[in-house]
């Protein structure tokens, strides 16, 4: 497995993991009836700060400690990215549509993380490969 399919893959889990296994819903539920007052999502956005922190450490271990300032500054991107997209969704009509758009912002940035992160020569030759073989 590439480095950017690994930290992807880990990085896509620990979304799911804080957002779906350690997030109750009575976070989701004050999250929706206070927005920005709510101090649960101030928690969630936590949680994953500390599951990003936990993977970007876990892969810049892995793969020789290159620059530390960018596992923390790709951390406080996750926690400022996923306080904003969830902070919108909080103002939005609930269901389907409103879930997936929130779910495909957060993963843009962390696919977006995860190009900057990693050789961005290895992303976009995997690109170009699934690319040519749609052919």
Do not use: C
């Not at 889990?13 to 999250?31: E, T």
């Not at 101030?42 to 892969?59: D, I, M």
């Not at 962390?110 to 052919?135: G, P």
């Amino acid at each position: 497995m590439t480095s950017f399919a690994l930290l992807l893959t880990a990085l896509v889990l620990g979304h799911l993991l804080a957002d779906f296994y350690w997030q109750p819903m009575s976070w989701v539920h004050d999250r929706n009836n206070r927005h920005f007052r709510a101090s649960k999502l101030y928690l969630h956005v936590l949680t994953h700060g500390v599951t990003s922190l936990a993977v970007l450490t876990l892969w810049e271990y892995t793969y020789g400690w290159q620059e530390f300032s960018r596992v923390l500054l790709a951390t406080v991107a996750i926690m400022l990215s996923h306080y904003v997209i969830d902070l919108a969704k909080s103002y939005s009509n609930k269901g389907v549509v409103p879930f997936i758009l929130d779910q495909l912002a957060h993963l843009v940035v962390i696919v977006m993380l995860t190009v900057w992160l990693t050789d961005k020569n290895e992303f976009y030759s995997l690109t170009w490969q699934k690319l040519i073989a749609l052919d």
